[in-house]
């Protein structure tokens, strides 16, 4: 069986990647977000696992509004880094896990999850980002293969936050009947609050964004229990995004250890947050 | 279907997508560098190719902004649009919210605007 | 709320969609099939919907291998026939009902079925030929709108028939809570058993094929309990394709009446089967 | 995975498909005339193209169908490579299963091959 070491959650807004691209670490505007990270990196590096399960969503760059699939499941050899419209960011194409992604596959469906499959896939900063929040320099290769599960967030209906927690449950399943003994990291991106279009753009709702990043840890449930409406109420049309986190959170352990919560406003028109959750039985006294 | 719009908040659901489809496909199309010079070099026309309505094309051509979501466009379509012009999403935010770009960022680096 | 008046199983095979357009509806090899179609054709003349459900499946020509929905729906204004490469069928193009797709989407999602939203779609001969069985001349237009129901057969792992019969259930829920009052037909499409590819091309199991075509009617629970592995054996590779028939039974009641079925070999390289019941309780003693 | 192959069946499952991929892309783009065309002049070329492994080039320039299928080709896929040279599906099922095109069609008339 596989083994699931760690979650992590973040937001994936493209100008953490671009600062980042530039070199605006030490920018005051990028310094004191890149800061609250550092820890979370320490402790990744070392906890490399074998695989890594990306949870993410396309911005069009992808797949277009002509198919729109509520979950996919990328089963591919490699994922193109997207070209978004002015070249790809440099950072190294994503190498895929087929063997797992096709167990988790037939699990997941065998499970009542109607998955998508992808063949073939580009991945946006939808996906780059978090792997770049994760390894700021990953040289010719980003740290381990990595598989992506795409959930749609932006065109209405999403799946509830009730069916992502579900179905991060069921990657936990299936991740556990993996015949092979790998170590397994789970990233859940997005969020946090935000709105860009309309006259609420701009909206950044740090109470409940707050509240997310400890419910996320000791009460899922209860992230699970919101509607659609609330998140687009509470979080902004946008922050919905956070739904995506419910599957990571559903993959792991009742009970994980927080390593790690960073918080900051903004990230362009964005709250960025980060939560990193260790999945091993904590030390009992 | 019912809608769930929060009042000043844009949904893409059933309705939106629907009226704005040829329009996010023509945005999707700029993604690419030859479409972006075609665009640029008879924009009226290449609405037409994309089958926009006229007041979609007229929003289009005049970059009311506003009027493309009102219209039915997607805020990551209608996105790429504006990266093409070299804008960005936070200019965006101030043409939404009757604020300069400065104001707007300045806004968000405040913390943003939590009372909306 | 909309009701479903009438239930349609079929053989969607490429060549019956084939033999109709080029004429041969008295021609020796194929008289015997279009004679069982008849008093079915007869009957749904006088019952046509104010909307249809067709659950298909692509045969690599509206969707490729790149990206396999488990489960999707249209929701588009029309649906153009598919060119699947040497010229497209002379029938209509099909008309949708995006009103009722967009319903039906919101509420399938949350119930839970994580479909695949197609804004734009081509359809091939999975659905036209269904539509011919029906309406054997349709003139200028289909006799209603039709809503495309797509479900993968043809890439491993196919959705469980326990899931496609959910499915219907879902699908039956949904229309009940459609606000107008309109009549809906649904199609379940494939099968029957055939394979074709491998040593065992040719395969027929026609002892399956009439357990299935009486099932269906009054046992769908023991079809909904069988294994892809079960249908692969026992209805051939490509027979599979008779889970599609649980979704239009799903969404039917638990009594049905059957109007008319009919059993033929072989359609190409395929038992074509029929069967077709009315909704609407039958009168009591 | 777990394989579910019965016998002498073909599923077209995760190892399969990803041995065929490029392969099933090639047959896929012969639904457009030009494509046809292009293929006819060159085969070889074609094939080279969309990266199809050697064997599966052997398999195609040769018309070996049963190699095409053992190499990760889906009959859907297979099919329409077929169509392009006017063979129909029982001439498949001929081949497939040593029978001349005429044998398999009286096989299908007289009740299919219930005994495999
Ligand atoms: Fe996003
Ligand atoms: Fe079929």
Same mark, same amino acid.
């Given at each position: 069986?596989?083994?699931?070491?760690?979650?992590?959650?973040?937001?994936?807004?493209?100008?953490?990647? %671009?600062?980042?691209? *530039?070199?605006?670490?030490?920018?005051?505007?990028?310094?004191?977000?890149?800061?609250?990270?550092?820890?979370?990196?320490?402790?990744?590096?070392?906890?490399?696992?074998?695989? %890594?399960?990306? #949870?993410?969503?396309?911005? %069009?760059?992808?797949?277009?509004?002509?198919?729109?699939?509520?979950?996919?499941?990328? #089963?591919?050899? $490699?994922?193109?880094?997207?070209?978004?419209?002015?070249? *790809?960011?440099?950072?190294?194409?994503?190498?895929?896990?087929?063997?797992?992604?096709?167990?988790?596959?037939?699990?997941?469906?065998?499970?009542?999850?109607?998955?998508?499959?992808?063949?073939?896939?580009?991945?946006?900063?939808?996906?780059?980002?978090?792997?770049?929040?994760?390894?700021?320099?990953?040289?010719?290769? +980003?740290?381990?293969?990595?598989?992506?599960?795409?959930?749609?967030?932006?065109?209405?209906?999403?799946?509830?936050?009730?069916?992502?927690?579900?179905?991060?449950?069921?990657?936990?399943?299936?991740?556990?009947?993996?015949?092979?003994?790998?170590?397994?990291?789970?990233?859940?991106?997005?969020?946090?609050?935000?709105?860009?279009?309309?006259?609420?753009?701009?909206?950044?709702?740090?109470?409940?964004?707050?509240?997310?990043?400890?419910?996320?840890?000791?009460?899922?449930?209860?992230?699970?229990?919101?509607?659609?409406?609330?998140?687009?109420?509470?979080?902004?049309?946008?922050?919905?995004?956070?739904?995506? +986190?419910?599957?990571? *959170?559903?993959?792991?352990? %009742?009970?994980?250890?927080?390593?790690?919560?960073?918080?900051?406003?903004?990230?362009?028109?964005?709250?960025?947050?980060?939560?990193?959750?260790?999945? $091993?039985?904590?030390? $009992?006294? | =279907?019912?809608?769930?719009?929060?009042?000043?908040?844009?949904?893409?659901?059933?309705?939106?997508?629907?009226?704005?489809?040829?329009?996010? /496909?023509?945005? =999707?199309?700029?993604?690419?560098?030859?479409?972006?010079?075609?665009?640029?070099?008879? !924009?009226?026309?290449?609405?037409?190719?994309?089958?926009?309505? !006229?007041?979609?094309?007229?929003?289009?051509?005049?970059?009311?902004?506003?009027? =493309?979501?009102?219209?039915?466009?997607?805020?990551?379509?209608?996105? /790429?649009?504006?990266?093409?012009?070299?804008?960005? =999403?936070?200019?965006?935010?101030?043409?939404?919210?009757?604020?300069? !770009?400065?104001?707007?960022?300045?806004?968000?680096?405040?913390?943003?605007?939590?009372?909306?």
């Amino acid at each position: 069986m596989s083994e699931v070491i760690w979650g992590l959650g973040t937001s994936h807004v493209p100008s953490i990647g %671009a600062a980042m691209d *530039r070199g605006l670490h030490d920018d005051p505007v990028w310094s004191k977000l890149f800061a609250g990270y550092q820890p979370a990196r320490e402790w990744l590096a070392d906890r490399t696992p074998d695989v %890594a399960v990306l #949870v993410y969503n396309d911005h %069009a760059n992808g797949v277009d509004l002509d198919v729109v699939p509520t979950f996919g499941i990328g #089963v591919a050899d $490699r994922y193109a880094v997207a070209d978004e419209g002015f070249g *790809r960011r440099a950072v190294p194409d994503v190498v895929g896990h087929p063997e797992l992604s096709f167990h988790l596959l037939q699990s997941l469906v065998d499970d009542g999850f109607d998955m998508t499959v992808f063949r073939e896939l580009d991945v946006d900063h939808g996906f780059t980002v978090p792997l770049s929040v994760w390894t700021p320099d990953p040289g010719d290769a +980003w740290p381990c293969p990595v598989i992506p599960l795409m959930v749609n967030v932006i065109s209405y209906p999403q799946p509830t936050a009730a069916r992502c927690y579900a179905l991060g449950q069921a990657l936990g399943r299936a991740l556990a009947s993996y015949p092979e003994d790998i170590t397994v990291g789970i990233l859940g991106t997005g969020g946090m609050s935000h709105q860009l279009a309309g006259t609420r753009a701009g909206f950044i709702n740090p109470t409940f964004d707050h509240m997310f990043l400890d419910a996320i840890e000791v009460d899922p449930e209860k992230l699970a229990a919101l509607s659609r409406e609330d998140y687009i109420r509470e979080a902004g049309s946008e922050g919905i995004e956070l739904i995506m +986190w419910l599957v990571m *959170r559903g993959a792991m352990n %009742a009970e994980v250890t927080k390593v790690h919560t960073a918080y900051h406003v903004p990230a362009s028109n964005t709250a960025a947050g980060l939560a990193l959750f260790d999945n $091993r039985a904590p030390a $009992r006294a | =279907m019912t809608s769930p719009q929060p009042a000043p908040t844009y949904v893409f659901d059933g309705p939106t997508s629907r009226r704005g489809h040829r329009m996010n /496909k023509m945005f =999707m199309s700029l993604t690419r560098a030859q479409a972006r010079e075609e665009f640029l070099a008879d !924009e009226s026309a290449y609405c037409d190719r994309f089958g926009l309505a !006229e007041d979609q094309t007229t929003a289009v051509l005049r970059r009311d902004w506003q009027a =493309m979501l009102d219209l039915g466009g997607s805020i990551f379509y209608v996105y /790429k649009l504006a990266m093409m012009d070299g804008l960005s =999403m936070q200019y965006l935010g101030g043409v939404f919210t009757g604020m300069t !770009e400065a104001d707007f960022k300045a806004a968000m680096l405040a913390g943003g605007r939590t009372d909306v």
